[in-house]
T-cell receptor, first 112, second 118 residues
Framework: GEDVEQSLFLSVREGDSSVINCTYT??????LYWYKQEPGAGLQLLTYIFSNMDMKQDQRLTVLLNKKDKHLSLRIADTQTGDSAIYFCAEKGTGTASKLTFGTGTRLQVTL | GAVVSQHPSRVICKSGTSVKIECRSLDFQATTMFWYRQFPKQSLMLMATSNEGSKATYEQGVEKDKFLINHASLTLSTLTVTSAHPEDSSFYICSAPPGLAGGIDTQYFGPGTRLTVL
């Protein structure tokens, strides 16, 4: 079955860049996503990348995809205290109504 | 953008009672909705796929008689936790794919329901 792994915790100083990594096993993934979850809240879609892309940049967010190694990363430039949250990567197979498989989540702590 | 709501946001109940959680897509129709469960400091685990007009599809290990799902309309799915016990205490989150008309192929998530069973 699918398996998606992330490191559990990352601490960065305000203003530095954060890089959150994710590895997955399903080579048939069509889309890969990054979601943000603040305490006690649902998930907010941050960005996504289609499986035939290598990189996508959206303001402070840069997503890199290495399909050969099944490795996905999210870089947050100029990290702010408001970025403190849990970040989940997720993969989706084919079909619009296909389920998502979530990573284990990375807790990002931003310090002053 | 696409919005998904859940009600209630928080519920506390006694052991043995049943609790109903609603999930609504507010500005789009969803023939499919997903129900997830999240334990503290853990990832989301898919419980079941709710299908409008047909039976829900449950993931392995999820008791369909305990977690009743009804997809009553194209904008509403309900999850009923029957005869709830303390081990059912969790954060329940629903999601719905808006379809490609939503611009991207993804799912939009509700804000979650915190269930505490005493």
């Amino acid at each position: 079955g699918e398996d998606v792994e992330q490191s559990l915790f990352l601490s960065v100083r305000e203003g530095d860049s954060s890089v959150i990594n994710c590895t997955y096993t399903d080579s048939s993934s069509t889309y890969l996503y990054w979601y943000k979850q603040e305490p006690g809240a649902g998930l907010q879609l941050l960005t996504y990348i289609f499986s035939n892309m290598d990189m996508k940049q959206d303001q402070r967010l840069t997503v890199l995809l290495n399909k050969k190694d099944k490795h996905l990363s999210l870089r947050i430039a100029d990290t702010q205290t408001g970025d403190s949250a849990i970040y989940f990567c997720a993969e989706k197979g084919t079909g619009t109504a296909s389920k998502l498989t979530f990573g284990t989540g990375t807790r990002l702590q931003v310090t002053l | 953008g696409a919005v998904v709501s859940q009600h209630p946001s928080r519920v506390i109940c006694k052991s043995g009672t049943s609790v109903k959680i609603e999930c609504r897509s507010l500005d789009f129709q969803a023939t499919t909705m997903f129900w997830y469960r999240q334990f503290p400091k853990q990832s989301l685990m898919l419980m079941a796929t709710s299908n409008e007009g047909s039976k829900a599809t449950y993931e392995q290990g999820v008791e369909k008689d305990k977690f009743l799902i009804n997809h009553a309309s194209l904008t509403l799915s309900t999850l009923t936790v029957t005869s709830a016990h303390p081990e059912d205490s969790s954060f329940y989150i629903c999601s719905a794919p808006p379809g490609l008309a939503g611009g991207i192929d993804t799912q939009y998530f509700g804000p979650g329901t915190r269930l505490t069973v005493l």
